[in-house]
């Protein structure tokens, strides 16, 4: 008798945290107990979609970057580009490679974006019209932790309602995630899995 494989889809975030090793992110335990127990579990599996492997690409490029310890100048000091040029290609290639592994391993899946464009978007608008998160004091910059007075929003954007849809149309049993504005998308998804925020 088979046993029905519980699908989970990782969100973008966790997977930065795992591939990064906690070099930027506190959060690198968590993100390897999630990826690598659910790889070690016979009667699980990853999912995973287009859309989080171009928005790895996407956060690898401009998180490195922001979060890297500043210092020098840029055109003070030329091999400042090319070491952090270096450390994106080496994680985007550890993620890559990962998923290659996993899914040779049929520990991972992608899912088929074949969701009708027209159907997908109107979906993707019509969640983003009936969400809206938080406005909230700022008293610090968010990437030198400096003080510095503004306002921020916190909520879902339209990335984290196209992830949701997808791993809605994957029939996952639930999304995990360390993005609190996840939490605003709850009520749209709730009947039909779960979507796991991690503290």
């Known amino acids: 008798?088979?046993?029905?494989?519980?699908?989970?889809?990782?969100?973008?975030?966790?997977?930065f945290?795992?591939?990064?090793?906690?070099?930027?992110?506190k959060t690198y335990d968590k993100a390897r107990n999630i990826i690598d127990g659910i790889i070690a579990n016979p009667q699980s599996v990853v999912v995973i979609s287009d859309l989080v492997?171009?928005?790895?690409?996407?956060?690898?490029?401009?998180?490195?970057?922001?979060k890297e310890s500043f210092?020098?100048?840029?055109?003070?000091?030329?091999?400042?580009?090319?070491?952090?040029?270096?450390?994106?290609?080496?994680?985007?290639?550890?993620?890559?490679?990962?998923?290659?592994?996993?899914?040779?391993?049929?520990?991972?899946?992608?899912?088929?974006?074949?969701?009708p464009r027209n159907e997908f978007f109107r979906r993707v608008v019509q969640i983003q019209r009936k969400t809206f998160g938080k406005i909230l004091d700022q008293n610090f910059c968010p990437i030198c932790r400096r003080p510095y007075k503004s306002?921020?929003?916190?909520?879902?954007?339209?990335?984290?309602i196209q992830h949701a849809i997808m791993a809605q149309f994957a029939r996952v049993n639930r999304l995990i995630?360390?993005?609190?504005?996840?939490?605003?998308l709850k009520p749209f998804f709730n009947s039909t899995f779960e979507i796991q925020i991690i503290r």
């Open 1 to 15: 008798m088979s046993t029905k494989l519980e699908k989970t889809y990782i969100d973008s975030n966790v997977w």
């Open 17 to 25: 945290s795992y591939v990064t090793k906690g070099t930027y992110e």
């Open 53 to 66: 492997i171009l928005e790895m690409v996407s956060i690898l490029r401009s998180k490195v970057v922001q």
């Open 71 to 115: 210092t020098d100048s840029i055109k003070s000091e030329s091999r400042i580009a090319d070491t952090l040029k270096s450390k994106i290609d080496l994680y985007t290639k550890e993620f890559l490679a990962k998923i290659t592994e996993s899914t040779m391993a049929k520990k991972l899946v992608a899912v088929e974006s074949n969701i």
């Open 151 to 160: 306002y921020r929003y916190r909520g879902a954007d339209y990335n984290d």
């Open 177 to 184: 995630t360390f993005d609190r504005g996840y939490e605003f």
